[in-house]
């Protein structure tokens, strides 16, 4: 019995064939019809060449498309590589040669960026392109043409008779790249299944005991609609989708995002769980419900963020608009797969980041592997045992950095900061890498910016540290506010004061009209650290402040 991501979504099939299993606008599938295109799909990789453990390119925005392009990777046991469709030509050429990839499906629309990049990408031996209401050419010179994405479907058997699948079979997620080059993070299917797909129960952690307790509860239940809204390169939305399909869930999938047309799409499909990535996506949303607040948003019985901050402001204010649905911050990261839950309640007291109740294999750990004592308020690293990645493509010299042995025990130790309460539960505080040393004490960018955004001037923000003589480092933030506001670093700071010691407040200050950030809403540090060295602060002050 192996429990892969095919197998699981082919069980909801089996039992629920009349479904709709995915929705985008006025299109659709049933669970019918996307069991026979990607069969289809999967047969037509096949055909490729493509055999177990080949590496095949997903080059797409979120559209039902790429879902059955998806699913079809996994029917034919081949790894799928996900690729950023926001990447330039040199960012393309890492992860195509990186990953070895032998087909790549692409949207139309990315034809000339790809047809530039295949001289330098020799294992690419095929392309299959998704229309897109673009008209490029889908020729590249000396490489040939790019298979019609609808004609692979059409000329390719749709039957299910692929041989049995493995235990070992592969998933690999390539990390966003946002402190260094994408590192391709390589699973064991069942592994990342019982950490991110919900093989093991997210409230209990107790583990699901055969491989179609998921698809049985769904036939057995109403249907879940489910909108995961960051873009298909996240993980996490990756299996927001997988969970919908392996309990015969509904997954709205589109593939721009603004906040009204969010709303719509909750609306318009009745929406029960959204998930997004923190205050990239949650600010946009709750500003368009002040411009428009007549959406029919009844259906919304859950909201669930991961992967990115999401502020304390912005958390009460989704508390507001739905007092009755349960809002969930969450925990999570490429190396470990999902780490811990909170429920926000009004009102909660803040500190740092997202303050979650652990499963049983999360830790927070010393350097030297030993326990962090509860509630001693020392500051370790986020650590994850059991079920974690079975190493880095090509990267053994980071493999042995991020999973290691202490007394026994393999853990995975992506480098976040944590640390462990009294009642158990664990404060996250960021990337350790990103940490700014001002004379000698720690500060966490997350814990800055999330204070920052409770002033009401402040849209967007990206923390960093800049040179300073006698700290080593200071505080500094690059920050995007509302109408051209320009407030100054003493009323920021009032308001960082009411959350953080001093010594954490900004000491300077850079005025820009967006903060750049990842499709998946990810804060590009480098980028911030790079503004705040192309010019003066806009308003600096003098020293740290010690209290």
């Not at 009349?18 to 047969?43: F, I, P, Q």
């Not at 690729?83 to 000339?112: P, W």
Request: include cysteine; hydrophobic fraction near 35%; glycine fraction near 10%.
């Amino acid at each position: 019995m192996a429990y892969t991501i095919a197998d699981l979504i082919e069980h909801a099939v089996d039992l629920m064939p009349e479904r709709t299993a995915l929705v985008s606008g006025t299109e659709s599938r049933t669970y019918t019809e996307l069991e026979a295109r990607s069969n289809a799909l999967a047969h037509k990789l096949r055909d490729l060449g493509v055999q177990p453990g080949d590496r095949v390119g997903l080059y797409s925005r979120n559209t039902i498309e790429s879902v059955e392009a998806m699913v079809a990777i996994f029917k034919a046991r081949a790894v799928m590589v996900n690729v950023n469709f926001r990447y330039v030509e040199a960012e393309l050429e890492h992860i195509f040669t990186d990953s070895g990839m032998k087909v790549l499906i692409h949207e139309r629309q990315y034809c000339e960026r790809v047809c530039n990049t295949l001289p330098k990408a020799p294992s690419i031996e095929h392309r299959i392109a998704i229309a897109d209401g673009s008209d490029a050419s889908l020729e590249c010179a000396g490489h040939g043409d790019a298979i019609g994405y609808e004609d692979a479907i059409a000329t390719s058997s749709s039957e299910r008779d692929f041989e049995e699948r493995s235990g070992d079979d592969l998933y690999m997620l390539y990390t966003g790249g946002t402190t260094g080059k994408p590192k391709g993070v390589v699973w064991r299917q069942e592994d990342v299944w019982r950490v991110l797909g919900g093989g093991i129960d997210w409230y209990t952690s107790e583990p699901v005991a055969d491989e179609w307790q998921l698809a049985r509860a769904g036939a057995d239940g109403g249907q879940l609609v489910r909108f995961p809204i960051p873009p298909f390169i996240h993980g996490g939305s990756q299996w927001a989708v997988f969970q919908a399909l392996f309990g015969g869930g509904k997954a709205v999938v589109y593939p721009d995002f603004s906040g009204p047309a969010a709303w719509e799409a909750v609306e318009r499909h009745g929406v029960n769980v959204i998930f997004i990535t923190g205050d990239a996506m949650g600010r946009p949303m709750i500003e368009a419900l002040d411009q428009k607040d007549d959406y029919d948003l009844s259906s919304v019985v859950s909201v669930a963020s991961s992967a990115c901050l999401f502020s304390p402001s912005i958390k009460e204010q989704f508390l507001d608009r739905f007092p009755n649905a349960v809002i969930i911050d969450a925990i999570g990261s490429s190396e470990t797969g999902f780490g811990g839950l909170g429920v926000v309640a009004k009102d909660t007291p803040h500190t740092g980041g997202p303050r979650v109740n652990a499963d049983s294999e999360t830790h927070v750990l010393r350097e030297d592997g030993t326990p962090v004592e509860p509630g001693s308020g020392e500051v370790g690293v986020l650590a994850r045992s059991g079920h974690i990645p079975l190493r880095y493509h090509n990267d053994p010299e980071k493999s042995a950095k991020t999973f290691r042995e202490f007394n026994g025990v393999r853990y995975s130790l992506p480098g976040d900061s944590a640390q462990l309460e009294a009642d158990g539960s664990i404060t996250m505080l960021g990337r350790g890498s990103v940490s700014i040393n001002t004379g000698g004490e720690k500060v966490f960018p997350e814990e800055v910016e999330g204070a920052l955004k409770a002033h009401a001037d402040v849209f967007d923000t990206v923390v960093v540290g800049v040179p300073d003589d006698r700290f080593g480092q200071r505080v500094a933030a690059v920050i995007a506010t509302r109408g051209g506001a320009r407030p100054t670093l003493a009323d920021l700071n009032d308001v960082v004061r009411k959350e953080l010691a001093g010594y954490k407040c900004p000491r300077s200050v850079w005025f820009v009209e967006e903060i750049k950030r990842s499709p998946a809403g990810k804060p590009d540090y480098r980028w911030g650290a790079g503004i705040t060295q192309e010019r003066p602060a806009d308003e600096a002050l003098g020293a740290p402040e010690k209290s």
